[in-house]
């Protein structure tokens, strides 16, 4: 079991930047992948980045490849995405989660493979 808890959200301007924490609990962290997921309002919650279990590898969704940097600190049980030149587009509620299975890099994208689940940080971009 892992609590997940996110932090660093808020309003932004367009082209500005933010960084987003993810803080777990327990001390199994380094055995889990973790992702970032968001959710704009009406819309189905969607992949943003994941990273392996040791920070090696990291994947992107095209939309925010270039802009967006997901990395890890193992031992401080955290994960972080920083995020530059943020568009009005990027808008949404922003879930971090944790996968056990580590079933490959082709299932880190699906929603349904991660077991535990933040409680969200809103992100605003302004035009």
């Known amino acids: 079991q892992v609590q997940l808890v996110e932090s660093g959200g808020g309003l932004v301007q367009a082209g500005g930047s933010l960084r987003l924490s993810c803080a777990a609990s327990?001390?199994?962290?380094?055995?889990?992948?973790m992702g970032w997921f968001r959710q704009a309002p009406g819309k189905e919650r969607e992949f943003v980045a994941a990273?392996?279990?040791?920070?090696?590898?990291?994947y992107y969704d095209d939309s925010v490849k270039g802009r967006f940097t997901i990395s890890r600190e193992n031992a401080k049980n955290t994960v972080y995405l920083q995020m530059n030149s943020l568009k009005p587009e990027d808008t949404a509620v922003y879930y971090c989660a944790a996968d056990p299975r580590d079933m490959g890099s082709s299932t880190y994208r699906w929603s349904g493979e991660y077991d535990y689940w933040g409680q969200g940080t809103q992100v605003t971009v302004s035009s």
């Open positions: 990273i392996s279990r040791i920070g090696k590898r990291t």
């Open positions: 327990g001390r199994t962290f380094s055995s889990y992948v």
